[in-house]
């Protein structure tokens, strides 16, 4: 039998007057969507917010139905649960048994003890198109033709259509998201304010890793505010949504500007391995750390180089139509190039980087 990491909840809430109040139960609320949608939650005054995480508070392990019912007695006031929970796994065919597990006991343990439940929210991604398979049809649109097996995203659901009744759903598509969590091996914005740390701590300019082709191709990304309250807007609406910041860049005209928030020039793009060339700086990061008052170890600040590799790998388009949800009614915006300053500067406040 597969065993997973404990699942966990902590409570928290926020003061409002005399509004109904919701209660929304959050998996994976440590990861770089599910914190920004527990600080959305608290910041927006009406709701109760459980949060579901690796670490602290009650362990359920989600991938045991048995254990995840027993555990959920004190779900019984959940209005609302938002997944974004995910396990990982070696190869795409394995990751769909414990990802539809996870969901189908949550959601099973969470209709039993809570007969309010008004909505299930599922975070997707591009994976629903193909993205991570090669070129793909762009820009993508929550009607377009799936593809071949194996895809958790598509069995997650699809299990949401076949169960909803006295419940609505909605999917969440959103690009790569521009967060701060620590310790997710999915955090870009990190990736690149690490990268560029160490290759200014060495002397050397800002190069490009990824493939030629990656340089030039049009991408797009989704900031972790603006995804979390377009995932509490999708709650009024049933159905799938692709979420994005709402503007097109190309590494080629981008790069330049990151290298120069950190006073980098930048060389022609040299194509690596993030994983295998940053294997060996942990010392020179805690020699950083001790020079610079950095909070983060090594540890905390390298678990992304696999994903950086991946997407600097996209010599490919990778966007999709965000149209559906602006013509449903959400229309918030956030430039991707500010977004990225933002971010750093975020970073540099928590003395995360120099």
């Known amino acids: 039998m597969v ?15 005399f509004m109904e109040r919701k209660t929304a139960l959050v998996a994976g609320a440590n990861g770089i969507i599910g914190k920004n949608l527990v600080e959305h939650l608290r910041a927006d005054g009406g709701w109760d917010v459980i949060g579901l995480s690796r670490r602290g508070g009650l362990a359920v392990d989600l991938l045991d139905p048995a254990d995840t019912l027993a555990k959920a007695g004190a779900l019984g006031g959940v209005t609302h649960v938002f997944y974004a929970a995910y396990q990982d796994r070696p190869t795409w065919a394995e990751l769909v048994p414990p990802n539809l597990a996870m969901l189908t ?18 975070m997707q991604g ?4 193909g993205a991570h398979l090669g070129p793909f049809k762009t820009p993508a649109r929550e009607t377009d033709a799936g593809h071949m097996p194996p895809e958790f995203n598509v069995d997650q659901q699809r299990f949401l259509e076949r169960r909803a009744g006295s ?10 998201v521009g967060g701060t969590a ?25 190069r490009f890793p990824g493939k ?35 503007d097109l860049f190309r590494w080629r005209e981008l790069w330049p ?13 040299l194509r690596m391995s993030l994983v295998d060339v940053m294997a060996d700086k942990g010392p020179l990061w805690t020699r950083m750390a001790s020079e610079h008052g950095l909070t983060a170890s090594y540890a905390d600040v390298s678990s992304s180089w696999a994903f950086g590799d991946f997407v600097f790998g996209w010599d490919y388009d990778m ?17 991707t190039e500010e977004m990225f300053y933002r971010l750093f500067d975020e970073f540099r406040k928590a003395r995360v980087i120099p």
């Open 3 to 17: 065993t997973s990491k404990p699942w966990t909840y902590d409570y928290g809430s926020a003061s409002v007057g």
């Open 105 to 122: 006991n949550l959601v099973d343990a969470v209709e039993a003890v809570a007969p309010g439940l008004e909505h299930v929210s599922l």
């Open 126 to 129: 591009y994976k629903v198109y």
């Open 167 to 176: 419940w609505t759903w909605s999917a969440i598509r959103p690009s790569v």
């Open 182 to 206: 620590l310790g997710n091996p999915m955090n870009l914005a990190l990736v690149i304010a690490v990268y560029a740390s160490i290759s200014k701590e060495l002397g050397l300019p800002l």
């Open 212 to 246: 030629p082709g990656a340089y030039d191709s049009l991408l797009e990304m989704t900031d972790a505010g603006l995804l979390a309250s377009a995932t509490v807007w999708a709650t009024g609406q049933q159905g799938a949504f692709n979420i994005a910041n709402g």
């Open 257 to 269: 500007k990151l290298g120069a928030y950190f006073g980098l020039d930048v060389a022609p793009p």
């Open 319 to 335: 966007f999709a139509d965000t149209s559906k949800s602006r013509r449903a009614g959400f229309h918030d915006y956030v430039g």
